[in-house]
């Protein structure tokens, strides 16, 4: 398995502002993905990260909102821009390698108030 | 693309008993089928996995079937404990594809 730290853990920010989240996995991995989760709710994939090219967004999900960087095989950065309540949620990093087990960091817990 | 479809969304159950969750595809061409256990305050954590050349896999306590006639797969607990509460979820992953595609989750709960 693979071990994936995310971090922050949880931040509360003020609408308006961005937050840059880091996801940092302890091997080289194939594909890299972030996930949405609002409370209570499952699991919704916000883009794929790309390593040396720009990511692939899913409906309804822009770069412009969410612009994401894979540098290498092991990290990835995703920041929620010009934030609103209305992005308070959990976003998941995940990767996974040629075998298709996907493993999830432990998420970050985001509030804007 | 895949749809997988997750029932029940609540489940309580007695700490002994067993607990069974189910979950439907839409693509037979669906190939993997993880199962996720989610604790409050935690990321989905991998706890068994079935790919469709096999019908059942067993590790432990806890087993899976799949039936690609039917296309449901099934997540089984048994000699269920108090720290089997948690969310679990059910995913597809299509022939080809990379994406995992989730089902709503079940909230399971083992009353002591």
């Known amino acids: 398995s693979a071990v994936i730290s995310q971090k922050p853990s949880r931040d509360i920010c003020q609408r308006g502002t961005s937050l840059t989240i880091q996801c940092q996995v302890d091997?080289?991995?194939?594909?890299m993905f972030w996930y949405r989760q609002q409370p209570g709710q499952s699991l919704t994939l916000i883009a794929t990260?790309?390593?040396?090219?720009?990511?692939?967004?899913e409906s309804g999900f822009v770069i412009d909102k969410f612009p994401i960087s894979r540098p290498n095989l092991t990290f990835s950065t995703l920041t929620v821009s010009n934030m609103s309540p209305e992005d308070s949620s959990i976003y998941l990093c995940?990767?996974?390698?040629?075998?298709?087990?996907?493993?999830f960091g432990q998420g970050t817990r985001l509030t804007v108030v | 693309g895949e749809n997988v479809e997750q029932h029940p969304s609540t489940l309580s159950v007695q700490e002994g008993d067993s607990a069974v969750i189910k979950c439907t595809y839409s693509?037979?061409?669906?190939?993997?089928f993880p199962w996720y256990k989610q604790e409050l305050g935690k990321g989905p954590q991998l706890i068994i996995d079935?790919?469709?050349?096999?019908g059942e896999k067993k590790d432990q306590r806890i087993a899976v079937t799949l039936n690609k006639t039917a296309k449901h797969f099934s997540l089984h607990i048994t000699e269920t404990q108090p720290e089997d509460s948690a969310v679990y979820f059910c995913?597809?992953?299509?022939?080809?594809?990379?994406?995992?595609?989730f089902g709503k989750g079940t909230k399971l709960s083992v009353i002591p």
């Open positions: 995913a597809g992953l299509g022939a080809g594809s990379y994406q995992l595609t």
């Open positions: 995940s990767a996974n390698r040629e075998s298709t087990e996907a493993f």
């Open positions: 693509d037979s061409a669906s190939n993997y």
């Open positions: 990260a790309n390593q040396g090219s720009e990511a692939t967004y």
């Open positions: 091997s080289q991995v194939t594909m």
């Open positions: 079935i790919r469709s050349n096999v």
